[in-house]
């Protein structure tokens, strides 16, 4: 089975703009999540998206959002950046609650 | 709210020595337990789980991990480290089927 994949893998931005990250899961799981990965902060959460219904939210400002595809995939977009957003961006999948979670390559984000 | 703590940033081993990355949580209920390894510029991949049962769990690379309820704690282990077991290690659990709640990483170094 392929793994979880996103897209892009790199990405290079200016204050004020917008990004799409996308990410494809595991054929089968239903289930995506994100997190931001930072040096100083680890790894939060973001949000999680099951059957194309966001089932639960991090504590991050509004300028982050998502939503899955009837196909399971997800996008996140984050409007305004901020020096601040630069960080990796990790999608994983899983079949269901409690299970583990499979993880994509990350997105590198940097915002100049 | 749940917690995972990784009391050390760092862990320094010989190879062909026993590691240890040690791993303490904060949960009410029945814990799920994870551990997660993550080489440079990847994505995380999943080692072991805990559910319930046996309280040492077998994992993908020759780790295992103990479960101590008592002292909360879920250490991950390895007999005989290799070189290539340098990396980052994370401890999470499951926040009720929610989310992941992660810990903040432990860097192993394993010196030739």
């Known amino acids: 089975k392929a793994g979880v994949t996103q897209t892009p893998r790199y990405l290079i931005k200016t204050r004020g703009q917008q990004v799409t990250l996308s990410c494809s899961p595991i054929?089968?799981?239903?289930?995506v999540s994100w997190y931001q990965q930072t040096p100083g902060q680890g790894l939060q959460f973001l949000f999680e998206?099951?059957?194309?219904?966001?089932?639960n939210k991090g504590n991050f400002p509004g300028r982050f959002s998502g939503r899955q595809f009837s196909n399971s995939r997800s996008e996140m977009n984050v409007s305004t950046l901020e020096l601040g957003d630069s960080a990796l961006y990790l999608c994983?999948?899983?079949?269901?609650?409690?299970?583990?979670?499979?993880f994509g390559p990350g997105t590198r984000l940097t915002v100049l | 709210a749940q917690s995972v703590a990784q009391p050390e940033d760092q862990v320094n081993v010989a190879e062909g020595n026993p590691l240890t990355v040690k791993c303490t949580y904060s949960v009410s209920g029945n814990p799920y337990l994870f551990w997660y390894v993550q080489y440079p510029n990847r994505g995380l991949q999943f080692l072991l789980k805990y559910i319930t049962g046996d309280n040492l769990v077998k994992g993908s690379y020759g780790f295992e991990a103990e479960f101590n309820k008592s002292q909360t704690s879920f250490h991950l282990k390895k007999p005989s480290a290799l070189v290539s077991d340098s990396a980052l290690y994370f401890c999470a659990s499951d926040n009720y089927g929610q989310n992941f709640v992660f810990g903040p990483g432990t860097r192993l170094s394993v010196l030739p």
């Open positions: 998206y099951f059957s194309e219904t966001q089932r």
């Open positions: 054929s089968g799981h239903r289930s």
């Open positions: 994983a999948s899983r079949t269901g609650a409690r299970n583990e979670q499979f």
